[in-house]
């Protein structure tokens, strides 16, 4: 969801001509929204130290990138070389309906039968839930 909300956002900056400021944190930020945070905006934490909470919230938008982003991205590159776009919006319409059918069936397609099951399903995915 957040790649789509990263899009929206990096489209509509684009059309009304909307930049990011000289600021270091609101530059972060708005790197961070319009899905262009590179390796170098890790280091640029360390020049927010004249305050407390904007120095935890940036390393914090930092950590999520590296954390969240960029493995998604990493793990569309690896299953979807060239077709990442494709891939992401399969997932997307598979997480929105919960119906994983065509997700399924595109991953076991390009790299042979049970490859959603295998990445998606844990040995105990059919079981019964307990509840404690």
Known sequence: MQTEAR??????????GVTETSDALDALAFRD????LTDRDGPCVADLLESGERTRYAAALCGYEIGVNRRYAHFLAE????????????????VITG??????AWLDERHGPGTFTGLFRTPGYFEPCLTA
Do not use: M
């Open 33 to 36: 929204v319009t899905g262009t």
């Open 99 to 104: 119906d994983v059918t065509e997700l399924g």
């Open 7 to 16: 899009s929206i956002t990096r489209e509509t900056a684009e059309q009304f």
């Open 79 to 94: 299953f979807a070389p060239g077709e990442e776009v494709e891939c992401h919006k399969r997932l997307l319409a598979a």
